[in-house]
């Protein structure tokens, strides 16, 4: 499963608040015993990549933690947007003897991106793959959207909106 977090801000970026933010991410992922990939900056915003591996509710896992860090990030005033997919990747070490990374290529993780940006034209907060709402059966509540074109897909994808169920 993996969750992509989209923070939308300038180049003029506060060193201390982006720390901050970083930290708030980490905890939350960490709680769900997740994993960071990879956190990135630039003049487009800032991106989190995160990975939950080898539980069985890894899509479960994902979904909590999109909703957890969307919450505490709108508490602090940091727009963002998250992308959440569940599939299967390559994670390993890449490259050369000298020079190594750990890596995550997959169909899931461009996926995963696509979300993230298609969250800030539904200007909604979370949005997640068809294989993801289906695996989290029924733990939260899902509002289903129109499909969407992505690049690199043929066919629309469909999305839906997760929320924290409703207690009947």
Same mark, same amino acid.
């Given at each position: 499963?993996?969750?992509?977090?989209?923070?939308?801000?300038?180049?003029?970026?506060?060193?201390?608040?982006?720390?901050?933010?970083?930290?708030?991410?980490?905890? #939350?992922?960490?709680?769900?015993?997740?994993?960071? +990939?990879?956190?990135? =900056?630039?003049? *487009?915003?800032? @991106?989190? /990549?995160?990975?939950?591996?080898?539980?069985?509710?890894?899509?479960?896992?994902?979904?909590?933690?999109?909703?957890?860090?969307?919450?505490?990030?709108?508490?602090?005033?940091?727009?963002?947007?998250?992308?959440?997919?569940?599939?299967?990747?390559?994670?390993?070490?890449?490259?050369?003897?000298?020079?190594?990374?750990?890596?995550? #290529?997959?169909?899931?993780?461009?996926?995963?991106? +696509?979300?993230?940006? =298609?969250?800030? *034209?539904?200007? @909604?907060? /979370?949005?997640?793959?068809?294989?993801?709402?289906?695996?989290?059966?029924?733990?939260?509540?899902?509002?289903?959207?129109?499909?969407?074109?992505?690049?690199?897909?043929?066919?629309?994808?469909?999305?839906?909106?997760?929320?924290?169920?409703?207690?009947?």
């Amino acid at each position: 499963n993996l969750t992509g977090i989209k923070i939308r801000r300038g180049c003029d970026v506060d060193v201390a608040e982006l720390q901050q933010v970083l930290c708030v991410m980490q905890r #939350v992922i960490f709680d769900h015993e997740g994993m960071v +990939r990879q956190f990135l =900056a630039d003049d *487009k915003g800032t @991106v989190l /990549i995160a990975v939950f591996l080898a539980h069985e509710d890894s899509p479960v896992r994902g979904v909590k933690t999109a909703l957890e860090i969307h919450q505490r990030l709108d508490e602090l005033r940091v727009t963002n947007t998250v992308g959440v997919t569940t599939g299967k990747t390559f994670c390993g070490s890449v490259g050369s003897e000298a020079r190594r990374e750990y890596a995550m #290529v997959g169909d899931i993780v461009n996926l995963s991106a +696509r979300l993230m940006v =298609a969250a800030i *034209k539904q200007q @909604v907060g /979370i949005l997640c793959d068809r294989i993801t709402m289906r695996a989290c059966g029924q733990r939260f509540d899902f509002t289903t959207l129109k499909p969407i074109h992505v690049k690199g897909k043929a066919d629309p994808i469909p999305i839906f909106i997760p929320r924290i169920r409703a207690r009947r």
